[in-house]
């Protein structure tokens, strides 16, 4: 008898991103012309000093410090620190992309049986790192009328269980571009101090947000230095998805600790050396990086990316109603592009479950 995979193999789910891929390279030998809204990879350079530093290989590729070198922990503590965020070198972890960086805060985050609060329509990997840490996703639908913001409080409060154990954010969101303000990040953050949960909030489009308002990180939120973990990439600040490298951050220690851990116990030893090694070369003047929208080579995305939809109107959701029992005008700042025009649909939207 031949032997079986194991059960979690069979769960893993397909990639609904990389499943396109074929179909897309079919399409371009045929001669059209194709638009990667399925995956987010920026088309505009890597800096050229990243590129460069690759050109000045070490003699040996050596294995480094399971947290990343000091070289490129430094290149992290200075990005935090242009964002007005001070994390020590101790407080941050290197990993294999922001990917690495969900899957390490999910193991270590939750047992296996475990659940995870998230929002939907959400990024369609989630479904797969939760697959490999053995957790279940339990998704709170947001709606496109209320510009995709959170739901109140009452729907978290009704999808709590014994076994729930963390709240994963994506901000900006993927896909639905939608940026959570700091109070509707301060509400869900007191959710998750209230009931003892962690909150994994990813940030790897920072950036990516284009009409002047400036994201509040978790990491910046006074007073939940215990719950939050911020997981970050490369990938898409610097057009860099292929380096594969990105960072944890927390300042909770035992959660720290067991990140690091979750390095070795996944035989990762340590991130990846061309990587980091070109990290380190990330000019200072893309920290932050200029708008994606002043760039020369604006792609159509970018050109999508306008506050202002087909029809000239400007598209405004309403400010979160939570933690509020009714919404407050929304402000000028609070203004978004229209969810059929979202930036940020740089992923698929997950299959339907
Ligand atoms: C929301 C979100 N988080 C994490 C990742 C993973 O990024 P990386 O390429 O750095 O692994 C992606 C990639 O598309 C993403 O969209």
Same mark, same amino acid.
């Given at each position: 008898?031949?032997?079986?995979?194991?059960?979690?193999?069979?769960?893993?789910?397909?990639?609904?991103?990389?499943?396109?891929?074929?179909?897309?390279?079919?399409?371009?030998? !045929?001669?059209?012309?194709?638009?990667?809204?399925?995956?987010?990879?920026?088309?505009?350079?890597?800096?050229?000093?990243? %590129?460069? !530093? $690759?050109?000045?290989?070490?003699?040996?590729?050596?294995?480094?410090?399971?947290?990343?070198?000091?070289?490129?922990?430094?290149?992290?503590?200075?990005?935090?620190?242009?964002?007005?965020?001070?994390?020590?070198?101790?407080?941050?972890?290197?990993?294999?992309?922001?990917?690495?960086?969900?899957? #390490?805060?999910?193991?270590?985050?939750?047992?296996?049986?475990?659940?995870?609060?998230?929002?939907?329509? #959400?990024?369609?990997?989630?479904?797969?790192?939760?697959?490999?840490?053995?957790?279940?996703?339990?998704?709170?639908?947001?709606?496109?009328?209320?510009?995709?913001?959170?739901?109140?409080?009452?729907?978290?409060?009704?999808?709590?269980?014994?076994?729930?154990?963390?709240? $994963?954010?994506?901000?900006?969101?993927?896909?639905?571009?939608?940026?959570?303000?700091?109070?509707?990040?301060?509400?869900?953050?007191?959710? =998750?101090?209230?009931?003892?949960? #962690?909150?994994?909030?990813?940030?790897?489009?920072?950036? #990516?947000?284009?009409?002047?308002?400036?994201?509040?990180?978790?990491?910046?939120?006074?007073?939940?230095?215990?719950? &939050?973990?911020?997981?970050?990439?490369?990938?898409?600040?610097?057009?860099?998805?292929?380096?594969?490298?990105? =960072?944890?951050?927390?300042?909770?220690?035992?959660?720290?600790?067991?990140?690091?851990?979750? !390095?070795?116990?996944?035989?990762?030893?340590?991130?990846?050396?061309?990587?980091?090694?070109?990290?380190?070369?990330?000019?200072?003047?893309?920290?932050?990086?200029?708008? &994606?929208?002043?760039?020369?080579?604006?792609?159509?995305?970018? %050109?999508?990316?306008?506050?202002? =939809?087909?029809?000239?109107?400007?598209?405004?959701?309403?400010?979160?109603?939570?933690?509020?029992?009714?919404?407050?005008?929304?402000?000028?700042?609070?203004?978004?592009? =229209?969810?059929?025009?979202?930036?940020?649909? $740089?992923?698929?939207?997950?299959?339907?479950?």
């Amino acid at each position: 008898m031949p032997p079986l995979v194991s059960d979690r193999g069979r769960r893993m789910p397909a990639s609904p991103i990389r499943k396109l891929m074929p179909l897309a390279e079919a399409a371009k030998a !045929r001669g059209v012309r194709v638009y990667h809204l399925n995956i987010g990879q920026p088309d505009l350079e890597t800096p050229e000093p990243m %590129r460069r !530093r $690759l050109a000045q290989a070490p003699r040996i590729f050596a294995y480094s410090p399971s947290v990343g070198t000091p070289e490129c922990l430094a290149t992290f503590v200075e990005y935090y620190r242009r964002l007005g965020i001070p994390l020590s070198a101790d407080e941050l972890i290197t990993t294999t992309g922001g990917s690495e960086a969900v899957l #390490f805060a999910l193991m270590a985050c939750a047992n296996e049986g475990d659940e995870v609060l998230l929002v939907e329509p #959400f990024y369609t990997n989630y479904q797969a790192f939760a697959t490999m840490a053995g957790l279940r996703l339990r998704p709170l639908t947001c709606r496109g009328e209320d510009g995709f913001h959170l739901p109140a409080r009452e729907a978290w409060e009704g999808a709590l269980t014994p076994r729930t154990r963390l709240v $994963l954010l994506c901000n900006p969101n993927n896909p639905t571009g939608t940026v959570y303000g700091p109070e509707e990040l301060q509400a869900v953050a007191a959710f =998750c101090r209230e009931h003892g949960l #962690f909150l994994v909030s990813d940030e790897v489009y920072r950036e #990516f947000v284009y009409d002047g308002r400036k994201l509040v990180s978790a990491l910046a939120l006074p007073g939940f230095e215990e719950n &939050v973990v911020v997981v970050d990439s490369l990938s898409k600040r610097y057009s860099a998805c292929g380096i594969r490298l990105g =960072c944890l951050a927390t300042r909770n220690r035992d959660l720290y600790l067991a990140c690091l851990r979750c !390095r070795s116990t996944t035989a990762r030893t340590s991130p990846p050396g061309c990587s980091r090694t070109s990290a380190s070369a990330a000019p200072p003047s893309w920290w932050p990086p200029p708008p &994606v929208s002043t760039r020369p080579r604006a792609s159509a995305r970018t %050109r999508c990316a306008s506050p202002t =939809c087909s029809s000239g109107k400007t598209w405004r959701p309403p400010w979160t109603s939570w933690p509020r029992a009714s919404p407050p005008t929304a402000r000028p700042a609070d203004s978004a592009p =229209c969810p059929s025009r979202q930036p940020a649909r $740089l992923a698929p939207r997950p299959p339907s479950r």
